[in-house]
């Protein structure tokens, strides 16, 4: 069975930093592309990036290039999304998911469909 769970989440203050955790099972983890998103309430759900788990490759949103950086521990199957400075409108439940194959091209901003499995997801709250 495949799967996917974040964890990492929780309440943070403007400004602060948070790493999130992806860890994966059942499937052949060097040959995915890992993606993480966010959607924050009333949203559309938003792609962060997206890494090539064989090589650490990662692709990452226009929006988060500044403030995110995805690394990965092939060992441990899970892949980690640091995010700084973090503001309010950071809030938002974020999501891991996997890709068969690579990363979509066209970018995470706009390939979130064509990911084939999901994480139930980690909220984080940022108080301002």
């Known amino acids: 069975e495949v799967q996917l769970v974040e964890s990492g989440g929780g309440l943070v203050q403007t400004g602060g930093s948070l790493r999130l955790s992806c860890a994966t099972s059942g499937f052949n983890f060097d040959g995915y592309g890992i993606g993480w998103f966010h959607q924050a309430p009333g949203k559309e759900r938003e792609g962060i990036s997206c890494t090539r788990t064989w090589d650490g490759n990662t692709y990452y949103a226009d929006s988060a290039i500044e403030r995110a950086s995805v690394s990965v521990d092939n060992a441990k199957k899970t892949v980690y999304l640091q995010m700084s400075s973090l503001k309010p409108e950071d809030t938002a439940v974020y999501y891991c998911?996997?890709?068969?194959?690579?990363?979509?091209?066209?970018?995470?901003?706009?390939?979130?469909?064509?990911?084939?499995?999901w994480g139930q997801g980690t909220q984080v709250t940022v108080s301002s």
């Open positions: 998911a996997a890709v068969i194959g690579s990363c979509p091209p066209g970018g995470p901003e706009y390939t979130s469909y064509a990911y084939d499995y």
